[in-house]
C-alpha cells in the first residue's frame, strides 16, 4: 500500500471513531472537551432524561420508601445540600462526607470525593445499597417499580416489550444526571463575549489563574484530578483516597471539586466543616503555598470572580425540579 492510500486510510478511520466519539444529541457547550461519558452504551434521549428524573425524585429506591436522590442532591442548591455538612439518609443516619453537587458530569472521570467510582451508571448503586443512605438493593427497586402502574406506562412507551431491569434503572438515571449542565453563568457570557467583567472580577480572574487554575481548571472549574488536601483541625478525619487503596501516599487526596455554583452548595469540603466561602479560601490559602499567603483584598477579588461562575439559569431550571405531575398518577 502506497503511502497516501495509509494516510487516506487512517484519516477515514478517525473520522469514523471522532463520529462515534462525539454524541450528536448531547448538548455539550461549544468548546469544551469531549464528554468522558460513554454515550456509545447509553446514547443521550430526552425521554429517558425525564424517566430518570421521575426516579431521581422518588423516595420509593430507599428501602422503606423515605429517601430521594433529591433529599440530599437539591435542585435549588445546584444538586447539593446545604442543611447539613455531612448527609442524612434513611432513620437519619448520618454520612460521613458532604453531599457534593451535580453538574457536568458527563465530564468527569471519577465519583465521590475519594474518586472510588468510575462510571456513572454504577455511581448510583452506592447511594441505593449504602446503609447511611438508602440501604435497599436493586431487586427490590426493580420489584417496587414494577408494581406501580405510572411506571410499567412510562418504561413500557420509552422501552417496548422490555422487561424493567435495575439495569435500565441505572441507564435512566445517570440520563437524567447527564442532562445536568450548568453553561450559564456570567463567566460563560463573557466568554461569548455578550457580557463583561467589573475591574473587581477582571482582577479575580488574574489572581485565580496564577493560584487556584491549576487545580480549579476552566470551563468546568476542576482538573479532575486528586489532589493532597491538608486536614485542618476543624475537619473531621478522613484519610480520602486511602481509604480505598490503601497506599500510604493516597492519604488525603480528595477530588478537586467544581468551583461553579459556590453561592448554592455550601458548607465546603469533602466534610462541610466550612460553611463560609471567605474562610473557605483563606483555609485554602496555606494549601497554595506555605510562603504565600492571600490577602483579605485579593480574597474579595476573588470572590467577586468566583461568584461570576454562579448559574441561577442552571439553579432554578424548572426542566430539573420536582415531576409533579407524574406523581399525581397512580
Ligand atoms: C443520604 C444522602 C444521599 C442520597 C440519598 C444520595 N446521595 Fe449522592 N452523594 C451523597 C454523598 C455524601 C456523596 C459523596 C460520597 C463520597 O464521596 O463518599 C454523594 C455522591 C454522589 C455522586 C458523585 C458526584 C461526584 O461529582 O463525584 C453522584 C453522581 C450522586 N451522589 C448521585 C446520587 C443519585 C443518583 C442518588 C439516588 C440514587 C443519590 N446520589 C442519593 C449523598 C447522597
Ligand atoms: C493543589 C490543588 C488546588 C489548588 C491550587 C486550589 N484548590 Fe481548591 N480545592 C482543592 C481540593 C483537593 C479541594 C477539595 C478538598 C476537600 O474537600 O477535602 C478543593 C476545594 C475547594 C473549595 C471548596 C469547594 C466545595 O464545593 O466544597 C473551594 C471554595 C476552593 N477549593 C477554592 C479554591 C481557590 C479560590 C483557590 C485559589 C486561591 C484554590 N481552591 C486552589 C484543590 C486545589
Known amino acids: 500500500m502506497s503511502h497516501r492510500s495509509i494516510i487516506i486510510l487512517l484519516f477515514l478511520l478517525f ?70 455538612p455531612t448527609s442524612h439518609g ?15 458530569l458527563a465530564w468527569n472521570k471519577s465519583f465521590m470525593w475519594d474518586g472510588a467510582i468510575h462510571h456513572l451508571d454504577f455511581q448510583a448503586i452506592a447511594p441505593i445499597t449504602g446503609k447511611t443512605e438508602m440501604d435497599n438493593n436493586l431487586e427490590n427497586i426493580v420489584l417496587k417499580i414494577k408494581r406501580q402502574k405510572r411506571y410499567v406506562l412510562a418504561f413500557q412507551e420509552i422501552f417496548p416489550n422490555q422487561e424493567i431491569t435495575a439495569n435500565l434503572i441505572l ?3 445517570s440520563q437524567f444526571q447527564l442532562s445536568l449542565i450548568s453553561a450559564q453563568s456570567k463567566y460563560d457570557l463573557v466568554q461569548d463575549g455578550v457580557e463583561f467583567f467589573s475591574i473587581q472580577e477582571w482582577n479575580g480572574q488574574r489572581l485565580y489563574t496564577a493560584h487556584c487554575g491549576n487545580c480549579h481548571t476552566a470551563p468546568l472549574f476542576t482538573n479532575q484530578e486528586l489532589m493532597y488536601y491538608k486536614i485542618p483541625s476543624n475537619a473531621q478525619i478522613d484519610s480520602g483516597r486511602y481509604s480505598i487503596t490503601k497506599v500510604a501516599a493516597d492519604t488525603f487526596l480528595f477530588k478537586v471539586p467544581s468551583l461553579r455554583n459556590l453561592s448554592f452548595t455550601y ?3 469533602h466534610d462541610g466543616h466550612q460553611p463560609q466561602l471567605r474562610a473557605a479560601i483563606r483555609e485554602h490559602g496555606s494549601m497554595i503555598s506555605d510562603q504565600y499567603q492571600l490577602t483579605e483584598d485579593e480574597i474579595s477579588a476573588l470572590i467577586s470572580f468566583l461568584k461570576t461562575l454562579d448559574d441561577p439559569t442552571f439553579v432554578f431550571d424548572p426542566q430539573h425540579q420536582f415531576p409533579k405531575a407524574f406523581f399525581r398518577n397512580k
Request: charged fraction near 20%.
Open 15 to 84: 473520522l469514523l471513531m471522532g463520529f462515534e466519539w462525539l454524541p450528536t444529541d448531547y448538548p455539550a457547550p461549544k468548546g469544551w472537551p469531549i464528554p468522558t461519558y460513554s454515550f456509545q452504551t447509553n446514547p443521550y434521549d430526552t425521554a429517558q432524561v425525564r424517566l430518570g428524573k421521575y426516579l431521581f425524585y422518588d423516595p420509593v429506591l430507599s428501602k422503606d420508601s423515605t429517601i430521594s436522590c433529591a433529599s440530599c442532591h437539591s435542585s435549588y442548591n445546584a444538586f447539593a445540600h446545604t442543611d447539613h
Open 90 to 104: 434513611i432513620d437519619d443516619r448520618k454520612g460521613k462526607r458532604n453531599a457534593p453537587a451535580l453538574f457536568n
Open 171 to 173: 441507564r435512566c438515571l
Open 267 to 269: 458548607p465546603y469540603f
